[in-house]
């Protein structure tokens, strides 16, 4: 039997590349939603990069900008996704393809167990096509709006699924 710690609860990790756009926004709208329905109590909720280059920051201060004006609060602080994840996160979402695709390369070289599951956040998507989050760090405010409008979508499509 696997001891973990958080066995009473659902674990999900939100993942993309630098851990300061989409999955931190991702996080933050998970959070939102399962405080809401009153059941925050359940799950265990974080956030993880690919790279590193960003470990240690506060999230893009666009991204944090653009959720608080729909009372949105993202504080999580960027982080590398690791090895212990697999073991912590009963479920592991990535943002994007090429996200998915480094932390199946990172679960396959640890050689970490099938306790976590990943998937992609637009497999959940209901009223948008996009088969992935776009990254919004290099383009203009209007990218984070529409960020946040996917990602609205498909995590609550997420949290119906998991429920």
């Not at 506060?58 to 982080?79: E, G, H, V, Y």
């Not at 697999?86 to 970490?112: P, Q, R, T």
Request: glycine share 6%; net charge negative; charged share 25%.
């Amino acid at each position: 039997m696997r001891l973990n710690i958080h066995m009473d609860k659902k674990s999900v990790l939100f993942v993309c590349l630098g851990n300061i756009c989409r999955s931190p926004a991702a996080e933050a709208i998970f959070l939102d939603l399962i405080n809401n329905e009153g059941i925050n109590d359940q799950f265990l909720v974080d956030s993880a990069g690919t790279g590193s280059w960003h470990v240690g920051k506060k999230a893009d201060s666009r991204m944090r900008f653009t959720a608080n004006k729909r009372d949105i609060n993202i504080a999580s602080i960027a982080r590398q996704i690791s090895k212990e994840d697999f073991e912590k996160f009963n479920y592991i979402v990535a943002m994007d393809n090429s996200n998915y695709k480094n932390i199946l390369n990172l679960k396959n070289s640890v050689g970490a167990s099938d306790f976590a599951r990943v998937y992609k956040i637009q497999d959940f998507a209901n009223k948008f096509t996009e088969r992935e989050v776009p990254d919004p760090y290099f383009g203009g405010d209007d990218g984070f709006h529409y960020v946040l409008d996917i990602l609205e979508d498909s995590v609550s499509g997420f949290l119906r699924e998991i429920t």
